[in-house]
């Protein structure tokens, strides 16, 4: 009796011990995702450079951030620039048409390619769209690599490829980027994804994007679904990033395989959702891709408010916008 | 020919006709959409009373607005108020418990009662919790129909109840408010919903609303999937409302009936996707189950974001907080 009593206590002290770790595990992982989402936004938290950054403003309107050391180059041409004043840069209204504008500011910006400054070095002739919001019309198209110097927002479309198997288990294809990837090399990444170029539809560029990275024909990508929006605004030595990427989950069939495209990708992973899941509170995952993975797994239920206490901040964490 | 040439340029007409009536409608469709997530976010836009609220700080921490002419109303209670100061109304720290924090606030409330207030004319014995963020702890409990004049942010359960026929088309169970209800009496909802009670869990909420309201047995209940949140902030002259809803989606079977249960709804409608749509642009929705549906539509796939240029402004307005 008293041994099976022992008995009893140890097991029950060995059961709540592995109860113990799982609930510390998910705290971490709770603690790890709220800290994703503030360093994703971290433009709007205190301290950021947001009260020393001058509006943006072309034809009257606010179209990005400024940071004071981009002002400051900007000084240099007056004849594009007018000096900061009132808390804006603004563009010279004498630029008062979609070419003359884009095509001021390109010569800038292409002078400006000759210093040190290290976004630039990222240049991709990618002309991206400058409008207030995504409902306006463009006042002007930028290169996609200078366009955090202006906290100009970027638009973008993200791909969920996931299977579900007979049992309705949930996997999600990953890709893992490329080593010589200019930004974020070799961390893993949502299956497709890529920023929408100026003039460009969001359906087009998600079947281009499927078909060029993951090598997925037209007729398939053509039945992904949209589903959400993730947005964000973060700062960093490059500038500020106000973001937001349309999210598409494109559901394959289970012997479907993705395949190197153009090389932007090293590989490709089927991992099973509670896999993925785990993989978010680490460091290998591009932090805005992790974001619209966890948009994935509020949609899908893989998260349960009843034991997430911080499932409503992620909701919103995930759709910030200025 | 000739005849055939007008014949054509008629046909061609009328076709632009349509069309341009279409786009005209979607046009209206999506700025009354808009309209409709400013106005619960009202509390956020320039002019609301925000700037003349005073915070509303328990132990030290803010958990709501308090509009001046309440402020006004508590100066009379400096046992349980501290005098407005530095821009915060506070409850005084002598009040160092829940039960103590509870008791003394709803005394107060009990005495309120008893003057035109017209919030309180609402009171329904029911008790929410008050806290500074969901995942903290409660600090004190408020009667549901008090929490306005604090601004203390309130939670609740909403289910959109929907079918999926063999072709693939999705239908939705929309409510008719009862006529006699005390906020929003004749007006559509979602199929079940209801707040969170101070130590119910979220699940527990919704099996509870869903037999009361839908008498939908609980086993089929607990097969909803949680998918998201909606929330947002708006004030009108009974006080300010930030509030947090916790959708869940449950695919019912083509052939089942929720049928009325405790007289809160006097009819079910079961409605193509596409009609309820249309009914969100209307002045016949319950403005935050119009929202959950809007979220609904968002994740299933029924806006196209190519189609719909404030695609991201719905789902921003979808998730604000304070």
Known sequence: MKVDFQVDLVHSAKTNMNACAVLLKMAAWSEK?????????????????RSSCFRFEVDGSQVGWVPPHVASLLKR???VFSPPQGG??????????????????????QSLRQED???????????????????????MWMERAATSLFGVKRYG????????GDGGEVSMWLARRSRTKQTYPGLLDNMAAG???????IRNTLIKECEEEAR???DIAATARPVSTVSYTYEDEEGVFPE???????QLPVGFRPSIGDGEVQDFYLLPIEEVKDLLAGDDFKPNSAMVVLDFLIRHSIIEPDAEPFYQDFLTGLHQTL
Chains 1, 2 share one sequence.
């Open 244 to 250: 937001s990427q349309f999210v598409f989950d494109l």
């Open 88 to 109: 804006a840069v603004r563009l010279c209204p004498s630029l008062d048409s979609y070419e003359s504008r884009s095509e001021a500011v390109d010569a800038v910006l």
């Open 195 to 201: 920023g929408l170029a100026a003039g460009v539809g």
């Open 157 to 164: 479309v993200h791909i969920n490829g996931y299977t579900v």
């Open 33 to 49: 995702i709220l800290q994703l989402l503030r360093r994703m936004n971290n433009f709007y938290l205190p301290g950021s450079s």
């Open 117 to 139: 400054i290290s976004c630039l070095r990222g240049w991709r002739d990618e002309r991206y769209s400058v409008m207030p919001r995504f409902s306006d019309a463009p006042l």
């Open 77 to 79: 041409h007056p004849q």
């Open 216 to 218: 997925i024909p037209a």
